[in-house]
């Protein structure tokens, strides 16, 4: 389910590593900003004193298993929309997140192998069903992604090319079934012509008249 009953807008950006999410949700928020409305930027997961301790625990830390992996992003998850997401809604911000429940869906549930429904219901009970009004699905050949990274790569990241296959279709096969809630991009394109189709999307969902191009 979304959250039409709450006053504010709730959007995540989602894709493989190095697709350029950070980049888009950061031009995003220039723009919402730019235009008078209150903007939330965060992430998943990291996006709380918390949810920082758990990043660096599942992506630099010790090994843990597909499971424990999984239990940890849902109790970063449960944690950020609890303390974040759902209280700025409340207050009618517009909150921007960089990776939402999909990602687990296709990392853990997918790319692990343990299931896309069972990680679903997980991250559902986690957040008492909180979807977003819009995910942005910045989709690019991970072997073009990878090489966009800078800095020692992480868990994930080093996870090999069948995984990181196996999670851009989940994520495609996903969008494909998903309605209206998905906005699926080709992220080889210029970041400005990505922007504008972001930008032209989000202005239809919050009634923005005038023109939704550029990047400044």
Do not use: C
């Not at 090994?63 to 849902?74: I, K, M």
Request: aromatic content about 4%; overall charge negative; hydrophobic content about 40%.
């Amino acid at each position: 389910m979304t959250e039409s009953s709450q006053p504010g807008v709730f959007i995540s950006f989602e894709g493989g590593d190095g697709v350029g999410k950070s980049t888009q949700l950061r031009l995003l928020a220039q723009w919402l900003s730019a235009g008078g409305r209150e903007v939330v930027t965060t992430r998943e997961p990291g996006g709380t004193v918390l949810g920082s301790a758990l990043r660096d625990a599942v992506l630099h830390g010790d090994h843990v298993s597909a499971r424990t992996e999984a239990l940890l992003y849902a109790t970063d998850r449960a944690h950020h929309v609890d303390t974040v997401v759902r209280p700025a809604l409340a207050r009618g911000a517009v909150v921007l997140t960089d990776r939402y429940l999909d990602s687990s869906v296709a990392y853990q549930g997918n790319g692990r192998d343990l299931g896309a429904d069972e990680v679903e219901r997980l991250s559902l009970w986690a957040t008492e069903g909180l979807l977003p009004q819009l995910t942005v699905l910045l989709d690019l050949d991970p072997s073009v992604g990878l090489t966009r990274l800078t800095g020692a790569p992480d868990r994930l990241e080093r996870a090999g090319s069948d995984f990181h296959a196996r999670t851009r279709q989940a994520f495609l096969d996903r969008a494909a079934t998903g309605g209206p809630r998905w906005l699926v991009l080709d992220a080889s394109g210029t970041a400005e012509d990505l922007q504008a189709a972001i930008r032209g999307r989000v202005a239809e969902l919050l009634d923005i008249s005038g023109t939704a191009g550029g990047t400044a």
